[in-house]
């Protein structure tokens, strides 16, 4: 029912906008933190249904380096997110807020793949339709 409220996509400052408050700090290179989500400038192939399926229901599909992971510490510490650097001493987390926790390896207590994609679920709650063209217009564009 969702796309089929969905306008057509069209590119406007807007969607700009959307995009800067709701996916960049995930999907776009910022000086100082790690991309943590897949590039969307390789997706310029995809359809409407890829692209709304994709951002409504982003655990559909997940591939596996971008599965979120929780750690669990010996002080208790949780720690969730991707796991984007891994050696014999230490593993790098990065955090949906685009924060880096480095963990030692002497300190983990319990590791688990949630099996489940680090992007947020629910942005039919807080995007309308015709938000939603606006930043798909804007991504399918780049």
Not at 8 to 30: D, M, N, V, W, Y
Not at 42 to 61: E, K, R, S, Y
Not at 63 to 76: A, F, V
Not at 94 to 99: K, L, M, R
Request: aromatic share 4%; net charge negative; glycine share 8%.
């Amino acid at each position: 029912s969702y796309l089929a409220e969905l306008p057509t996509p069209e590119k406007t400052p807007r969607g700009e906008r959307l995009f800067a408050e709701h996916c960049a700090a995930c999907h776009q290179s910022i000086e100082g933190k790690p991309q943590l989500g897949p590039p969307l400038e390789n997706l310029g192939h995809w359809t409407l249904d890829q692209w709304v399926a994709a951002i409504l229901d982003p655990n559909q599909a997940v591939e596996p380096k971008y599965r979120q992971s929780t750690i669990l510490t010996d002080d208790g510490q949780v720690v969730t997110g991707l796991v984007l650097q891994r050696n014999d001493q230490e593993l790098s987390v990065g955090g949906s807020d685009g924060s880096v926790k480095t963990v030692a390896v002497e300190q983990i207590e319990d590791e688990k793949s949630a099996g489940v994609s680090l992007m947020p679920v629910g942005f039919e709650q807080k995007l309308s339709p015709q938000d939603l063209a606006e930043l798909l217009g804007f991504m399918r564009s780049r």
